[in-house]
């Protein structure tokens, strides 16, 4: 199974889309809160390359990006490739 997290707050339309679209997979994922937790936060910032906004998402410790480039990911074939390669 993927190793699927995303880093997120509770109030982002663009998490809750990012979550839905896996749950219509079928997939599950590890959800990272960043508005309560600070050290988490930081940790975000150093995997993505200082991106500031959430989602952020990693698939089997691959980046990604936030909910446009999943959805793109999705589309193009690419997603599949990520959630088949095993997991780290």
């Given at each position: 199974?993927?190793k699927i997290e995303i880093y997120a707050t509770a109030s982002c339309p663009y998490c809750v ?72």
């Amino acid at each position: 199974m993927s190793k699927i997290e995303i880093y997120a707050t509770a109030s982002c339309p663009y998490c809750v889309a990012a979550k839905n679209l896996l749950k219509a997979k079928g997939l599950a994922w590890n959800e990272v809160r960043v508005d309560t937790d600070m050290e988490q936060r930081q940790t975000m910032l150093a995997r993505s390359g200082g991106q500031r906004t959430v989602p952020q998402i990693f698939i089997n410790d691959t980046y990604v990006g936030g909910y446009d480039e999943l959805v793109a990911a999705d589309r193009s074939g690419r997603l599949a490739e990520l959630l088949a390669e095993p997991a780290a």
